[in-house]
């Protein structure tokens, strides 16, 4: 601290002491009698007002957020219990889950006959619904355009268009938050392989939607290997994919026309301090069957073997972290650091910052021998379809999974225990075949609250409060 020196004045901002010099003698000067008293002067009003701010916001008496859903927070605001974040947050799941109600979104026209939608996503940009379906060994990628003319996106069969319709089997589809949609299709006439990446379109001022003229065909990458899964990464100015193969993982990028796909290799994975030099490449070791993006540069992968390896973009560096019990037919986020991985008859959720175990050389499940790594939850009362489908909403803390008794079985991501809701009571005439989750972040069409997307045969199911 500055102490005053009689005769001297201490400048603040140039940290040095001047000469108090006579207002009647000085030359006009920031450094006068006069002038170092007004300074003075000012200083103290500054700091007197600075000084009644910060006591007008100490005292003044707020309302907490918490009185906003007295449901949720009033007894954590009268001190009756302290609530941890986790807890507050199921709390809010629970009580979104009991006041869910169905809403028949739309039924895409059956092409060809028996027509069964795999997956259905929706742009939350300009509320395309994209449906992808096949019967046989024939598969298609249809879309819905929305009525924007209503204070909600409605759907009717005039509104729908046909991407693609081809002999191959459709693997998967991903939509980027870019706008670009990707299809993967494998098992053609000949044994061929492609992907399809296009741009979607947006609509402009007057609600009508307009394609490029330079999408008037699909865009075709020819590929040898069959084609499993694929995800779009979630941030980025350019659209960025995973995609797993036969031969394993890919990433593909580019815009327009201009894509390059490029191989991801296995690196040496270290096992019990000893490194593994070869990986084995057949049906299973290398089978990439399920894609995730824990961030923008680590994907986490999982084979058929049952393995889950984790590769980082920018050292393109790739290391086996965890064992399933089952071959992975899913993999979804809940945060960069826990996944939630479906199997055949298996659901769980591991922490990657726990120490790997369970690892084996080369792993089999369909062996009595075979080892898992330990989860850090398990969802027991698990029963799924054949070809198992889930999603989970880290919003509300909820999973969804389709059961065998064509039900939806919601369950908290916090404890792993059923949850009871409207939505898990009601029983699909057929199958279900696709569950997603949309946030509802408040777009102006669109679902203003959480929503679940149920698909079951051909048609659309919206879940929402």
């Known amino acids: 601290m500055n102490r005053d020196i009689p005769g001297f004045y201490y400048d603040p901002e140039k940290k040095k002491y001047f000469k108090i010099e006579a207002s009647h003698k000085a030359a006009p000067t920031q450094y006068s009698k006069d002038a170092v008293k007004r300074r003075r002067l000012d200083n103290e009003k500054r700091q007197k007002k600075a000084h009644r701010t910060q006591r007008v916001a100490k005292e003044k008496i707020k309302k907490s957020p918490f009185l ?18 986790d807890v507050r947050q ?16 739309h039924q895409f026209e059956p092409w060809p006959n028996d027509y069964t939608i795999k997956q259905v996503l929706r742009n939350k940009r300009s509320g395309i619904l994209i449906a992808s379906g096949h019967r046989g060994g024939d598969s298609s990628v249809s879309i819905c355009f929305p009525d924007c003319d209503q204070d909600k996106w409605t759907y009717n069969r005039t509104m729908e268009r046909v991407l693609f319709k081809e002999p191959y089997r459709i693997s998967s589809v991903s939509l980027s938050h870019t706008g670009y949609l990707l299809a993967t299709m494998d098992s053609g006439p000949d044994g061929g392989s492609f992907l399809a990446p296009r741009m979607l379109p947006d609509p402009d001022e007057g609600g009508d939607y307009r394609w490029p003229p330079s999408f008037s065909h699909p865009i075709r990458l020819r590929t040898t290997s069959s084609l499993w899964c694929s995800a779009a990464c979630p941030e980025g100015n350019m659209p960025l994919f995973a995609v797993g193969t036969s031969d394993g993982l890919y990433t593909l990028e580019g815009f327009g026309s201009y894509w390059a796909l490029s191989k ?5 994975d270290v096992l019990s301090g000893k490194p593994v030099l070869h990986r084995r490449v ?40 965890l064992q399933h019990p089952h071959a992975v037919s899913k993999i979804r986020k809940v945060d960069p650091y826990r996944i939630v ?6 659901l769980k959720m591991y922490d990657i910052r ?4 369970g ?64 939505l898990s009571k009601y029983q699909y005439g057929d199958a279900i075949s696709s569950i997603h989750f949309e946030p509802g972040d408040g ?12 698909c079951a045969k051909a048609t659309v199911d919206e879940w929402i409060w």
């Open 68 to 85: 906003t859903n007295p449901l949720i927070g009033v007894t954590n605001e009268v001190g009756a219990f302290h609530i941890s974040k």
């Open 90 to 105: 199921e709390q809010r799941g629970l009580l979104y889950a009991s006041q869910l109600h169905r809403n028949q979104l």
């Open 264 to 268: 991801k290799q296995f690196a040496n």
């Open 282 to 321: 057949d049906s299973s070791h290398a089978l990439v069957t399920s894609v995730e993006w824990l961030s923008a540069d680590v994907i986490a992968a999982g084979l058929k073997d049952s393995a889950i390896f984790l590769h980082d973009l920018r050292s393109g560096g790739t290391a086996t972290r």
């Open 341 to 346: 991985v479906a199997g055949i008859n298996s």
């Open 354 to 357: 726990y120490p790997a175990n």
């Open 359 to 422: 690892l084996q050389r080369n792993p089999n499940p369909n062996t009595k021998h075979h080892t898992a790594t330990r989860p850090y939850l398990d969802f027991l009362d698990y029963t799924p379809e054949i070809i198992p489908d889930f999603d989970i909403s880290p919003e509300l803390g909820l999973l969804a999974s389709a059961s065998d008794e064509r039900k939806i079985q919601l369950f908290s991501l916090r404890t792993g225990e059923q949850v009871s809701s409207p």
């Open 443 to 454: 777009s102006s069409h669109g679902p203003q609250t959480p929503s679940i997307l149920v």
